[in-house]
């Protein structure tokens, strides 16, 4: 019998208990917390979506390895698999291990990048971008124009707009692009995928400016599952092969492993070039630690070696976007406007459309993430103009492209009961929209200001 009901493909071994709030009780948290959910303490929150990085339930299997974790400060044995899994995956023969995606940012964009160059992506997710910026350097995005329908239908909004693409690199000339990077999936533009068909074209032009090529990839399981569902070449090749057909298009790669490589801590740098893998060790060893582990401990990155295996699991990979697509597809049922279609490893709430009476200087996301909090204890993150905005000489806000408002489901953590309580509370939040009040910025740093900014209700 071909069954209906997919289930999650685990049983579960251990648990960690929720505590249950009421929302008086969350009215206070929100308002210690300044109005801003990365400020507010996990215990408090019921379920949380603040992000599928790093909140992976591991593995038995994981375990297991964490326990035969060798520690040794130069050549551990669980370097010499962490390497071998990422060298086999990825096809590259020099890997720089890192404690995070963001170290592997730093590192290499800064040796790419300096005052004058300028980075080009589909789109630059916040850490990337700052991580470019923050070297004297210019990120652009060049997301097609379907990529920024948030309600129009398309296999492959992720994908980069080719022509953009390469109007930006004849505009800035060939010789000051720090590099390409393909972002996959496309998180900041909603968890979208890329095509297989729209990294060969990067390939094309890349190969035609000489320009260089990198895949961040931390996501790069999810995106193979969805190549395989949508474009028709790949319907019977494995989700790993995928992959690594991917890869084997690009000149390296960085990862943040918290994703896809089902840790809680770790990442890398993959590449073909000696040159600039020679030029990142350097920076490795100044600020992350040796080449051997690079701030990462031993068992970390034996769990990185055995998740990288286990994400392409077929069962995994089909529950993993099911219940995604689940979430997304009963949200739509009831009128919340998402986008569409689902995502990988989030649903995006379009909060300018569901809270159209609150303007974009007064964060209709921010507005929306706090309501949901309130009303049922969930933790989700705005990705608009809190987090992309930008001010003009006049002070005046320069908002994001989208508001949105992102539900991002960590991996083998909750079950569909939990979905189903966070799609009851949006009955409630439809309910009470046209009560709820815009929001504004009472502190907020330089740079990533989402992290530690306070907010207030107008
Ligand atoms: N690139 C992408 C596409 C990401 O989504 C992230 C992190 C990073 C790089 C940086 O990796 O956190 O290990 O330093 N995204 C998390 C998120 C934080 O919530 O989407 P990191």
């Keep these: 019998m071909q069954h209906k009901t997919i289930i999650e493909p685990f049983r579960i071994k251990m648990v960690e208990p929720i505590y249950m709030s009421t929302e008086k009780e969350r009215l206070n948290y929100l308002k210690e917390a300044k109005h801003n959910l990365f400020l507010l303490e996990s215990r408090k929150v019921i379920v949380d979506l603040l992000t599928d990085s790093g909140t992976t339930a591991m593995s038995a299997e994981q375990w297991a390895g964490i326990m035969r974790g060798d520690e040794s400060y130069a050549g551990a044995k669980s370097w010499e698999r962490m390497r071998d899994a990422v060298s086999e995956l990825t096809g590259y023969p020099h890997i720089i291990p890192t404690h995070q995606g963001r170290a592997g940012e730093s590192i290499l964009y800064s040796y790419l990048g300096g005052k004058g160059k300028v980075f080009i992506s589909n789109t630059h997710f916040d850490t990337t971008r700052a991580n470019i ?37 004849i505009q800035y000339g060939a010789e000051n692009i720090g590099t390409v990077i393909l972002t996959v999936t496309n998180n900041s533009g909603g968890g979208q995928p890329v095509s297989m068909q729209n990294a060969k074209d990067v390939r094309t032009i890349c190969d035609k400016y000489n320009v260089l090529y990198i895949l961040d990839c931390c996501r790069i399981a999810e995106n193979a599952y969805f190549i395989a569902q949508r474009e028709e070449a790949y319907k019977n090749v494995s989700y790993k ?32 070039s000696k040159e600039i893998s020679n030029a990142c060790t350097t920076t490795l060893i100044i600020k992350e630690g040796f080449v051997t582990y690079g701030g990462l401990s031993g068992r970390d990155m034996e769990a990185i070696a055995i998740g990288l295996d286990e994400v392409f ?70 990705i608009g103009s809190v987090m992309f905005g930008k001010y003009d000489e006049n002070n005046n806000l320069i908002p994001a492209p989208m508001e949105l408002v992102r539900l991002a489901i960590p991996r083998r953590v909750y079950t569909q009961s939990h979905i189903d309580y966070v799609i009851e509370t949006f009955e ?18 330089k740079f990533l200001r989402h992290f530690t900014a306070n907010f207030e209700r107008v």
Excluded: W
Aim: net charge negative.
């Design 241 to 272: 092969a995928i992959a690594q057909e991917m890869f084997a298009l690009a000149d390296g790669a960085v990862m943040s492993a918290k994703k896809d490589a089902l840790v809680n801590m770790g990442g890398f740098i993959a590449l073909k």
């Design 133 to 169: 910026e923050y070297a004297g350097s210019t990120a652009i995005d060049c997301i097609t124009e379907e990529g920024m329908q948030p309600s129009l239908d398309h296999p492959f909004k992720g994908n980069i707009d080719i022509k953009k693409l390469e109007d930006t690199i």
């Design 313 to 382: 699991d077929k069962d995994y990979l089909h529950y993993r976007i099911t219940s995604t697509t689940y979430l997304g597809n009963k949200l739509l049922e009831m009128g919340v406007p998402i986008i569409r279609p689902v995502g990988g490893h989030a649903v995006y709430i379009d909060a300018k459309a569901l809270y159209n009476h609150i303007p974009v200087h007064e964060y209709p996301g921010q507005a929306l993430a706090c309501d949901l909090y309130l009303k049922g204890g969930i933790r989700g993150c705005e």
């Design 428 to 445: 409630e939040i439809l309910k009470e929209k046209q009560n709820s009040k815009g929001i504004k910025i009472t502190y907020e740093p």
